[in-house]
């Protein structure tokens, strides 16, 4: 028999959340290896919420 520890919700999404900000470092540290400026990193990682929003 397979025994498979029991999650909350509270601990999925938890371990999901730290998944999410681990890929995003992980991107981030990779386009400033490969030359990119901080400011263009950030712009790119925040672009959907920077862009306007018709009225």
């Not at 995003?24 to 929003?53: C, M, P, T, W, Y």
């Amino acid at each position: 028999m397979i025994s498979h520890p029991i999650k909350t919700i509270g601990q999925i999404c938890r371990q999901q959340g730290q998944k999410l900000i681990e890929e995003l470092i992980i991107f981030a540290h990779d386009q400033l290896q490969q030359g990119q400026s901080a400011e263009e990193v950030f712009s790119r990682l925040f672009a959907k919420q920077n862009k306007e929003v018709p009225a």
